[in-house]
């Protein structure tokens, strides 16, 4: 077993401002020109290496004050009147919504856009949701909710979200429940605000004027509490305990190894879903799980697989220069615009419109192994939770190690080849990784070609026939 972390076993590419000094670089067999490894305070150092020894202590202050609000905000939902051919006026309840927000704290924050990101497309037809969003370098999480009122103005419907910013989604969980307590408040209660901002006073961080990105916390408020304490659930998970790994299992089922190969090869993936979107922003979290590598060194040369959560049309420009993210949106006209994904995942159907990507789709029996492994370890460990009451363990952690020991074994095989006198890969090598000789090559020679890896797979090679 791969020794676990005990941060966020994430590729949280926004997590590299907080470094720690000391220590060398270690050089990794097989690597570009003997690439070493990220040094420990070069920013993303963790996020190319989730397993690092001592991480909580020399880092616990950063990610103390990395536990803090940015901003506050409500933004209501306000269909534009249209008027139609024939000089009838309407309400328009689609994508159109005002271009404002009606409360924020601190008063001077950039919220320019969030109006589309706290409030996904097609809401006004559901109840209630939650969405994870990108802005800027932040990222945040709003919990919108839909509530029928006697009111010729609003159309007997009044809808509101209620969202903050932070530095880093891993924490977003923790404030879930109070978002959705506030935007009903909202609803019942327009203009009250005196929670949130009892809520943003005791959480609030402060930018500093270098603009850096990074976040130092405000003064202590003096309330006896230590500065060191340890704040946070030891892996730190943004679902927690919302088993979001085992919906991820049994919605996409053997796929997961198809979306896992894509992970690693860092593509842009785009999942669509029609409203409620919060639910399938827990499957870009469970994507993005997919490509941990504990090994050192390993993926230092390639792009990070970026979670964006949910998008809209509002976010094409920003899409339109990124080489690997994983997204999810609500709105069907996004799977047109090819030259934005490599990846499209329609609910239970993954497909590319690209044709280098197409073998890549098709499962083959190491893929169909690979997912048997994985169903045996889930149900070896219910029936320990059921049987034995050992809950020390969850799913998400069995998840998260499961893929991550397959990536570290490909990639600790193919160092050890690449750096062997005779750098070439034979089926027993292939099959060693938990691969398919013939199933898999396309896969591995992306794989060697993105990370530079200095190993030959021929194509004549017995291995790939």
């Known amino acids: 077993m791969v020794e676990q972390s005990d941060r966020a076993p994430l590729l949280d590419w926004e997590e590299g401002g907080f470094g720690f000094g000391g220590g060398g670089t270690a050089a990794v067999p097989g690597l570009p020109n003997g690439e070493a490894a990220a040094p420990p305070d070069e920013p993303g150092a963790e996020a190319r290496s989730p397993v690092a020894g001592g991480l909580t202590e020399r880092r616990l202050a950063g990610w103390e004050e990395k536990d803090q609000i940015v901003a506050v905000f409500v933004h209501p939902f306000r269909g534009k009147t249209k008027e139609c051919r024939r000089g009838r006026k309407f309400r328009c309840r689609g994508t159109v919504t005002s271009n404002t927000v009606e409360w924020c704290l601190p008063q001077d924050v950039n919220l320019e856009g969030v109006e589309f990101k706290s409030m996904a497309s097609g809401s006004h037809r559901i109840a209630s949701d939650f969405i994870y969003f990108r802005k800027g370098g932040f990222f945040g999480l709003a919990c919108f909710a839909n509530m029928p009122v006697e009111s010729a103005l609003e159309r007997g419907a009044r809808m509101k979200s209620v969202g903050i910013l932070t530095p880093s989604y891993t924490l977003l969980y923790r404030y879930m429940h109070f978002l959705e307590n506030q935007v009903r408040h909202q609803l019942k209660c327009p203009g009250q605000y005196s929670p949130l901002e009892a809520f943003y006073e005791d959480k609030k961080a402060i930018l500093p004027p270098t603009g850096n990105g990074l976040v130092t916390a405000c003064p202590p408020s003096t309330k006896g509490v230590p500065h060191n304490r340890c704040c946070m659930n030891p892996e730190m998970k943004i679902t927690h305990p919302a088993g979001c790994m085992s919906q991820f299992i049994h919605f996409f089922g053997e796929q997961i190894m198809v979306l896992w190969k894509f992970a690693l090869l860092r593509k842009r993936i785009l999942i669509f879903s029609p409203p409620p979107i919060g639910v399938v922003c827990y499957r870009v979290y469970c994507c993005c799980c997919l490509a941990n590598v504990s090994l050192p060194g390993v993926g230092v040369s390639v792009p990070e697989l970026r979670p964006f959560f949910y998008i809209n049309v509002a976010d094409i420009s920003a899409l339109e220069t990124e080489v690997s993210y994983v997204a999810c949106t609500t709105e069907k006209i996004f ?128 291995c790939c026939h």
């Open 335 to 462: 799977e047109e615009k090819k030259d934005l994904y490599d990846v499209y995942v329609d609910n239970q159907n993954v497909k590319s419109h690209r044709d280098s990507l197409q073998p890549l789709l098709r499962l083959n029996s190491a893929d169909r192994e690979k997912y048997r492994k994985l169903s045996e370890q889930r149900q070896m460990l219910l029936y320990s939770h059921e049987v034995d009451g050992d809950c020390t363990s969850s799913e998400e952690d069995l998840f998260i190690l499961f893929f991550m020991e397959q990536n570290n074994r490909i990639f600790q095989t193919l160092s050890e080849v690449a750096g062997s006198a005779d750098p070439t890969l034979t089926a027993e090598h292939v099959r060693a990784m938990g691969l398919d000789p013939q199933g898999d090559r396309t896969f591995l020679v992306d794989l060697l070609e993105l990370y530079g890896i200095d190993a030959m797979l021929v194509i004549d090679n017995p």
